[in-house]
């Protein structure tokens, strides 16, 4: 009774936090062809979902093991039992609430229609040994995979590739967009169509998941754009020729910046010549939100960039140290256009010279699983690829590398993240707006409830009334801007932990700006922490909160922490006129990484190396808010 007693005070709070302590909302009707809805009269409760999936027509996926198709993805997805590629009885502990499938652009279906035609029709070949492999074993199957990451870097395909491409990519896009209409319910589970555009120079990782909020009728009347020989900019011509000739929406996510060898967040055009006011109006307006954490890593910041940041290490092991498939090692010169936080900065003295900034972008987490199952959980990882299903019970300490180099082990991923979006109903188009106009936040798994308002005139009264709806008529919530009144900006600040996981150690404010000689700066505050009573700063440092994980038994305790975390702050250091983002760091106390459940469902040995990063502080980004000066 005591655990269901503490599971009903948090579900109280819950309510609580979402509500703002006020259910009065004003509904209102929405249609877009999803059926009529009620939608709330505010934003009232983050929606779950995974914008970076692949299936069996991803080339890469199918060379890597998969056979489960969008179907089964979105019965995952939705909730339902599926039994995986390797024969595991595969479930969510919870629905998510929406998903993007983003299968690969570049031979979208086509390494499956090669496993699947006869051999004797494969007069390349290049083709005919990839099906042999494919169909030999998982392990050469593999093989074939990852000769194929390397050849699509090298944009180096077999011309037998191009035959009968358009009627492959259009057969396999038409099937899946109707699937993903299919179980589209509108209020319940939204599905949207997308893909993945892979630019990959050298190996350098220039990847978007292209979304959109659209049905069949208008997705249908394209074909998705490819990677291989492209520019971003073709990708942009191509996005506002499908708005233009359709009527439609859609934009682009950037993911794992991380591998990009500094070319992601370039403060110059990707030819070295200055960057323009339209690059920077265009980037900014279709590409408004960052993928800034999943499976490949963490691209939050790196502590060669954040030296007196304590938690800027999270997800960086063996991602740091080279490109996408490793066939260029990265320097740290490269890393400042590889992560989030420095483009943030990067924007702010951009926006100062062009007026514009490139850089102004929400956040969210997803898991670029290929598996076709959106899992983010530690304790139920499927892999990234259909090779390391938990069948594999060496999965974490084996080599595993995208490429045909070695560089990367097991242990280096993360069991992935998830999008949460502020929306007022779950349909498409609440939840493409919320991505639009930046009130998303990443986690790196759990599910936490994390909310932020700013403004000039919020006191710690407000938490006592209807303070969401202080925060939207008085402010601007995540991924709003500011314009600077002379007073320094108040922050309502709000955590709420996964009800189904770990308690909350502290919650602090990120904040980056421009000097007055143009230099970028950023500090990070801890805002507001557990148990503060006893753990008082020391050096200018909140103590850690303790580590309550049993190593040998892959499990921890919640006798740390806190259940929920809030608090009224204002920017000490506020200097009127300069040009600032703030954003969230939630972090919850120590758990067990995946490899630790793995190490004692498998009984398997943990090298030293993956031992020490067994146990980490999983965590949610916020978008950012930005404070602007007042125009002259």
Known sequence: MRGLSARLALTLSVAMVLSGCSNKAAPEQQGNGEGTIELAEFPDRPYWGDTHLHTDISGDAFGFGVRLGSEEALRFASGEEVVSTFGVKAQLARPLDFLVISDHSDGLGALKRIYDAPRIALRDPTLRRWHDMMHESPEQSTLAAAEIIDRAAANDFPAAMAENREETI???????????????????????????????????????????????????????????????????????????????????????????????????????????????????????????????????????????????????????????????????????????????????????????????????????????????????????????????????????????????????????????????????????????????????????????????????????????????????????????????????????????????DRIQVVKGWVDSAGAMQERVFDVVWSDMDKRKRAGGKVPAVGDTVDRRNASYTNMIGSASLQATWTDPDYVQGQRAFYYLRVLEIPTPRWTLYDAKRFGIKLSPEAMADAVAQERAYSSPIWLRPARK
């Open 170 to 504: 259009t057969s396999a896009w038409h099937n899946q967009l109707d699937i993903i209409d299919r179980y589209n319910r509108p209020g319940v589970f939204t599905a949207m169509g997308g893909f993945e555009w892979t630019l990959m120079p050298d190996g350098n990782n220039l990847h978007r998941v292209v979304m959109f909020r659209d049905g069949s009728e208008l997705t249908k009347q394209i074909l998705p754009y490819p990677g291989f020989g492209t520019t971003v900019q073709g990708l942009w011509d191509f996005m506002e020729s499908y708005a233009q000739t359709t009527g439609g929406q859609v934009l682009a996510i950037p993911h794992n910046s991380n591998l990009s060898n500094g070319l992601m967040f370039e403060l110059t055009l990707a030819d070295g010549s200055p960057m323009t006011e339209e690059y920077a109006r265009r980037r900014a307006r279709l590409e408004p939100v960052v993928e800034v954490t999943q499976i490949k890593g963490d691209s939050e910041s790196h502590p060669f960039l954040s030296p007196n940041d304590e938690f800027a290490s999270f997800g960086i092991a063996g991602w740091d140290k080279a490109n996408l498939n490793t066939e260029q090692a990265t320097a740290p010169s490269m890393y400042a256009g590889s992560y989030v936080r420095e483009a943030l900065k990067r924007g702010l003295s951009l926006e100062e010279r062009l007026g514009v900034n490139p850089y102004a972008f929400g956040v969210i987490g997803s898991t670029d699983s290929h598996t076709a199952f959106s899992t983010g959980d530690e304790a139920n990882f499927y892999g990234k690829h259909s090779g390391n299903e938990p069948v594999n019970k060496e999965r974490a300490i084996k080599p595993q590398n995208l490429g045909t180099r070695d560089g990367r082990f097991g242990w280096h991923y993360l069991a992935g993240g998830y999008a949460a979006a502020w929306a007022r109903g779950n349909t498409r188009a609440e939840i493409f707006d919320a991505f639009r106009r930046r009130e998303v936040y990443a986690t790196t798994g759990p599910r936490m409830v994390v909310r932020m308002f700013a403004g000039f005139d919020f006191t710690h009264k407000d938490w006592s009334g209807d303070w969401v709806r202080a925060g939207y008529t008085r402010g601007v919530p995540m991924g709003g801007e500011l314009t600077d009144q002379g007073d320094a900006p108040v922050f309502m600040i709000s955590a709420l932990k996964d009800p189904d996981g770990a308690n909350l």
